[in-house]
């Protein structure tokens, strides 16, 4: 069985063998202190310089590239993804010359079946807003349309 994706541009195709690049990003919804509490633990076990003053990472203004970044390290090196706070992400969250570390995992069909689509931490919001109606013109939205 093959199962074609397409995540934010990115097109993958997956077999039931198949391994596909991993990374670990936060859950769109944890508050900021969240995203400050994980991005400080993760930083005391592996190297956080990229998100520092001077890094290529570096973004005072967004702690969630700050803590995405900082959550897959570690997870590349800890094979864990922060349980619910986190989510296995087949698309590269990197951008610019702010590099993500990607690991070859096996991901079967089923599995790719119960992923997330999120968008990138840099997404502007006039290709979010683009990406939302493609969506919503292939599936119902109401639950997210304005009610006036």
């Not at 890094?55 to 900082?70: M, Q, S, V």
């Not at 089923?110 to 807003?129: G, I, M, R, Y």
Request: proline fraction near 5%.
């Amino acid at each position: 069985m093959n199962l074609k994706l397409n995540l934010a541009g990115d097109s993958h195709t997956l077999s039931t063998a198949d391994t596909a690049e991993t990374w670990c990003v936060p859950n769109p919804s944890l508050t900021y202190k969240n995203l400050q509490e994980i991005e400080t633990f993760a930083c005391n076990y592996v190297d956080c310089s990229s998100i520092h003053s001077g890094g290529p990472c570096f973004n005072p203004l967004n702690a969630f590239i700050h803590a995405a970044f900082a959550m897959n390290a570690y997870y590349q090196e800890q094979h864990q993804c922060f349980g619910n706070s986190g989510l296995i992400s087949i698309t590269d969250p990197s951008y610019g010359n702010c590099h993500f570390a990607g690991r070859e995992e096996k991901v079967s069909s089923s599995a790719a079946l119960n992923t997330w689509c999120v968008a990138k931490p840099t997404a502007t919001d006039n290709l979010l807003q683009l990406n939302i109606d493609f969506a919503c013109s292939h599936v119902n939205c109401s639950v997210i349309e304005p009610r006036w």
